[in-house]
């Protein structure tokens, strides 16, 4: 019902920035809030930031002031400004789209690579 499509990945060095965004194409109408995950080598899968249906935001500490989360409903996608990146923010960043109907984070998108190197 819901797919999503992640770009804008790729490698970067230290303090720079990447646009990450997220189409999302479907039933959009089932979709609450939207928030990007990463998963970092060796660690389990966090929360990044997310974004209510209402514009509201919250922000993973590490991230807190270097990223932006942000949508636009006419266009269906949702963004994630990263600023000042660093190596620790290196990892596969996924969208994700809460379900209206169950509440949970029912949609995922594939997935796009985001390496900070020197």
């Known amino acids: 019902q819901v797919q999503l499509v992640e770009s804008g990945g790729g490698l970067v060095q230290p303090g720079g920035s990447l646009r990450l965004s997220c189409a999302a194409s479907g039933s959009i109408f089932s979709i609450n809030a939207m928030g990007w995950y990463r998963q970092a080598p060796g660690k389990q899968r966090e929360l990044v930031a997310y974004?209510?249906?209402?514009?509201?935001?919250v922000y993973a500490d590490s991230v807190k002031g270097r990223f932006t989360i942000s949508r636009d409903n006419a266009k269906n996608t949702v963004y994630l400004q990263m600023n000042s990146l660093k190596p620790e923010d290196t990892g596969v960043y996924f969208c994700?789209?809460?379900?209206?109907?169950?509440?949970?984070?029912?949609?995922w998108g594939q997935g796009t690579q985001v390496t900070v190197s020197s």
């Open positions: 974004i209510t249906s209402g514009g509201s935001t």
């Open positions: 994700a789209a809460q379900s209206r109907r169950s509440g949970g984070y029912d949609y």
